[in-house]
């Protein structure tokens, strides 16, 4: 029992330096954010889709608002015991009128709103799994320049020597790739607006 205890020491002895030989390298993804221009453009990207959402919303709120106050001077107005029956009548009529355009507006604003979220979301992931992508192209250049049998991504690491880090020549990489080809689509993120009203 001894023997195989101690051969089995021995041979994790011996896998030490074998192991130890392995090169790595350490990105920073932090960095990268930072840097990468794609990565910078995509967050200016994302920012202003978020920023017009709110406005779009904000607009939808301000309709709400004004459609609210409406329905509730016409209900006021029905209620007025001094018109006469066809006044009153005409006015719950309105009343009945903005209460429902109120109605559809708000269940519109709550669709763009859940839309427009999951639009977001959907363009961040996208966004994200293409820098990664990006990335790990790179990352496998440089490893293969520098003969690096591993890179790890830093965040992934408790600690890594300085001397580890590939990030800034993996950034300089895409950034020379990007401003080759800095084509970037992007589609509206705001769902289509109400159809006009004829």
Not at 19 to 41: R, T
Not at 67 to 86: F, H, I, M, V
Not at 110 to 129: I, T
Not at 161 to 169: G, N, Q, R, W
Request: proline letters at 4%; hydrophobic letters at 45%.
């Amino acid at each position: 029992m001894k023997k195989s205890l101690l051969a089995i020491a021995l041979a994790g002895i011996a896998f030490v330096p074998a192991f130890a030989q392995q090169k790595v390298g350490v990105v920073d993804f932090l960095v990268i954010k930072q840097k990468y221009a794609k990565a910078v453009d995509n967050e200016k990207q994302l920012n202003g889709a978020v920023e017009g959402v709110k406005a779009d919303l904000s607009a939808r709120g301000d309709k709400l608002k004004k459609l609210q106050g409406e329905a509730e001077s016409a209900n006021k107005d029905a209620e007025n015991p001094t018109l006469a029956e066809a006044a009153r009548s005409a006015k719950k009529a309105e009343a009945n009128q903005k209460i429902q355009e109120f109605l559809k507006s708000r269940e519109e604003a709550m669709r763009v709103d859940q839309q427009a979220g999951m639009m977001l979301r959907q363009r961040a992931q996208q966004f994200e799994a293409e820098i990664v992508k990006d990335v790990s192209a790179k990352a496998e250049l440089v490893a293969k320049e520098k003969g690096l049998d591993l890179v790890l991504a830093k965040g992934g690491t408790l600690y890594s020597a300085p001397s580890l880090d590939i990030s800034e020549e993996v950034v300089k990489r895409l950034n020379e790739a990007y401003a080759a080809n800095p084509v970037n689509p992007s589609a509206p993120v705001t769902p289509a607006a109400e159809p006009a009203k004829k």
